[in-house]
Structures are given as structure tokens and as C-alpha cells.
């Protein structure tokens, strides 16, 4: 199994340590900060899978954290489930709408924080065979994980394993921005992340068997690739 990488951002040492212990024991590799400025630099030099994100935090709070996290392309594709305590539930409202994934409440018990990590991983990736067996449909494009197709106006187009996986992974979420070192630990795995370039002869290929709808997969210069979004077009 994959170890997908999380970021525990939280003040309070015992709840640090209980979200720590518990994570790890699921086989996440955990990291953690103290503080917003800590947490938000781990961000971008680890990029994490996903942030366990408390709130009430000394310097810059939770919420301003999430926000800088959606604000650059190099963090914006990483999950983040915020931690409130009781009484905070309009923070709660504010950092769902600046762009966190979901919540817990404190006190809350560790079994629901790993199922919560989970499910939120299960939706922004491909870890999950749940996933893995959906149909996508993205305008002239099916993909079909069951089967293993693609089709392209109908037509069954012939993917590589990695190709395939790059192309779900993108197609899963329309318009989220994913750096490149991203896109390799979840389509390639850890051991590819020498090649970085790699990620970029992948996508070429994609494009190229997409034909003329290859402008579905678009670069972000300097940071990775996304999906086109149909529904923000303008
Ligand atoms: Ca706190």
C-alpha cells in the first residue's frame, strides 16, 4: 500500500500527538507544525496529500491558512480537513467556504478522524477501489476504470497503465490545479519522484491520444497540470 503523506497542523501538543499517533497507526506517514507559517511552508516543500488543520492557532489562525493554501497553485490541490472546538461553527462555515474539504469537532474520537481523513482522500484520489471503479464522463471523454477504456467521440482509444491513471486522476477533479510532484506520488508512485520530468512525457502522451481535444489536460506554467473545467468556462 501506498503511504500518502499528511500534515497535522495543531497547537495543542496532546491533540497533536492523538491525531499523530492515530494516523500513523493507519499507515499514514504524519507530519507536523505548531503553527500557520510552519504548517503553510511544510505545505509547499512536502506536499502533502492532505492537512488536518486546526483552527485557533497562534499567528496566522486556521482559516487564513486555508486561504493561503488555495491562493498558490503549489498547495491548492491538497485536502484539508479543519479541527474546530465547540462554539467556533462560524469559523467552520468561513473555512469550508475558503475552500476546506470537511470538519471534525472537538472532542472528537479517533476513529471518526481516520474515517474522515479517509473518505476525503477517497474523493481527491485514486488510493480507493472505489473510485477506481466509477465511470467518468467529461464531455467528448469517457473513462471507464472498470474496464480499463477510454473513449475518446465514442471512440475506444488505447492507454498505457500510467497514462490511464494520469488521465482519471486529472479528469476526477476538473479545474484543481496538481504540481507535478504530486501527480507523480499519486499516479507513478514515491519511488518515480527522481524523475520529475517524467510526469511531463506522460502528459504529452495523453494529450496526444486525446487528438484534438488534447486542450482537456492544460498546463499551469511553473506548478503541474489540471483539467479543463467546462462549467467555469467563459
Ligand atoms: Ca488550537
Redesign the pocket.
Known amino acids: 500500500m501506498k503511504r500518502e503523506k499528511i500534515l497535522v497542523i495543531?497547537?495543542?501538543p496532546d491533540?497533536q500527538e492523538l491525531i499523530q499517533y492515530n494516523l500513523a497507526r493507519e499507515g499514514y506517514r504524519v507530519l507536523t507544525a505548531g503553527d500557520g507559517e510552519t504548517g503553510l511552508k511544510l505545505a509547499r516543500q512536502e506536499a502533502p496529500s492532505l492537512i488536518v488543520l486546526?483552527?485557533?492557532?497562534p499567528g496566522i489562525d486556521g482559516i487564513e491558512v486555508c486561504r493561503r493554501l488555495q491562493a498558490d497553485p503549489a498547495t491548492r490541490a491538497i485536502a484539508v480537513v479543519i479541527v474546530t472546538?465547540k462554539g467556533e461553527e462560524s469559523d467552520l462555515v468561513l473555512g469550508l467556504g475558503v475552500g476546506a474539504d470537511d470538519y471534525l469537532t472537538k472532542p472528537f474520537s479517533p476513529r471518526v478522524l481516520v474515517a474522515r481523513v479517509r473518505a476525503v482522500l477517497r474523493r481527491g484520489g485514486l488510493s480507493d477501489p472505489e473510485l477506481s471503479s466509477e465511470v467518468i464522463q467529461r464531455g467528448p471523454l469517457v473513462i471507464d476504470a472498470l474496464r480499463h477504456e477510454v473513449r475518446v467521440d465514442g471512440k475506444p482509444v488505447e492507454f498505457t497503465h500510467t497514462e490511464f491513471k494520469l488521465l482519471q486522476f486529472l479528469a476526477a477533479s476538473p479545474g484543481r490545479v496538481f504540481p507535478r510532484d504530486h501527480l507523480l506520488s499519486r499516479v507513478i508512485g514515491e519511488d518515480a519522484i527522481v524523475l520529475a520530468r517524467n510526469i511531463d512525457v506522460h502528459v504529452r502522451a495523453v494529450r496526444q491520444k486525446l487528438g484534438k481535444h488534447r486542450d482537456l489536460v492544460q498546463t499551469v506554467r511553473g506548478v503541474g497540470y489540471r483539467f479543463r473545467d467546462e462549467r467555469s468556462r467563459t
Open positions: 495543531e497547537d495543542e491533540i486546526d483552527l485557533m492557532l472546538a
